[in-house]
């Protein structure tokens, strides 16, 4: 079953950078698209970003076009998210998984943007 893990996160002063990872074990993880969501407190998991299955395509809500660009290596089962010009807005525990959510989910990875 696919395992996985979330790190890169931290804290950051708005307008600062981070770049978050996400590795999968399993022999699977390829073949599915995967996304990106973030939960703040008292809020659902919400869809940040999503790419397809090689790559090629991608698509990020409205609250971080411009700013947030997702990529992945699937020679190395991971799934990247590069999050620039941070806003407080964007504090919140941040999860992957594929579209379907259908992986059980890691420990996921807290991003606090805070001067």
């Known amino acids: 079953q696919v395992q996985l893990v979330e790190s890169g996160g931290g804290l950051v002063q708005p307008g600062g950078s981070l770049r978050l990872s996400c590795a999968a074990s399993g022999s699977t993880f390829s073949i599915y698209a995967v996304a990106w969501y973030r939960q703040a407190p008292g809020k659902q998991r919400d869809v940040v970003a999503r790419i397809s299955e090689g790559g090629s395509s991608t698509d990020y809500a409205d609250s971080v076009k411009g700013r947030f660009t997702i990529s992945r290596d699937n020679a190395k089962n991971t799934v990247y998210l590069q999050m620039n010009s941070l806003k407080p807005e964007d504090t919140a525990v941040y999860y992957c998984?594929?579209?379907?959510?259908?992986?059980?989910w890691g420990q996921g990875t807290q991003v606090t943007v805070s001067s």
């Open positions: 998984n594929n579209i379907y959510r259908s992986a059980p």
